[in-house]
């Protein structure tokens, strides 16, 4: 059994993705604390894997986004098979602290450690996109020794408009002088959307 938080369709609102209709399939739990975390994961119903395959069945989109908490602590390689036969392309929002199952389609790593120090530090070494939040002070780290193919920052949310926009504006700044980079905004947030 898997401990579910919520299915739900939405525009996967980051990243390289971004805009792109998915089923959000957010599983329960994180073995990390972080401070600005801004899902609320812990609670969670018990399903089976092919009730969730079920649920996700019930929706038209074509991508699955499997989030969390994080998902890596639960996911299994069954469970994205069972997705991958009813034509689901699968993706994962992990903080690479744990190994995931091989047959994924699409990893988004979204390292926690410059907050968190050594006890978040990566395990995974390939991944699709690096999505890294960005405060407009700290300097971004490169995770060199990580395999990616897209590189996004994302200005954090502080909840507070004026900090927001001066933050959303250092970070354009930064992806000005840093290529490497691209903008990642939350569009889900600005669309008003779940
Ligand atoms: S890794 Fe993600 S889900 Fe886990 S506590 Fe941090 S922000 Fe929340």
Redesign the pocket.
């Known amino acids: 059994m898997i401990r579910v938080n919520e299915i739900f369709c939405s525009l996967q609102g980051e990243g390289y993705h971004s805009g792109t209709p998915a089923v959000f399939v957010r599983l329960s739990g994180?073995n990390?604390?972080?401070p600005f975390?801004d899902?609320r994961?812990e609670h969670g119903t018990e399903m089976s894997e092919e009730e969730v395959v079920e649920a996700v069945r019930r929706h038209a989109a074509h991508h699955v986004v499997v989030t969390?908490?994080?998902p890596a602590l639960q996911l299994t390689p069954s469970l994205v098979d069972a997705l991958h036969v009813i034509g689901r392309y699968v993706a994962v929002e992990t903080?690479a602290t744990r190994a995931l199952p091989a047959n994924v389609d699409w990893v988004t790593l979204s390292p926690?450690d410059a907050f968190l120090g050594p006890q978040a530090a990566p395990v995974l070494t390939r991944a699709d996109e690096l999505k890294l939040l960005f405060d407009g002070v700290h300097e971004p780290q490169p995770y060199g020794d990580i395999s990616v193919t897209h590189r996004f920052l994302q200005p954090c949310d502080t909840g507070d408009p004026t900090q927001n926009a001066r933050i959303t504006a250092a970070t354009v700044d930064y992806i000005l002088r840093h290529p490497e980079w691209r903008l990642s905004l939350q569009i889900h947030k600005i669309l008003g959307i779940q």
């Open positions: 994180c990390l604390h972080c975390c899902t994961h969390g908490g994080e903080n926690k």
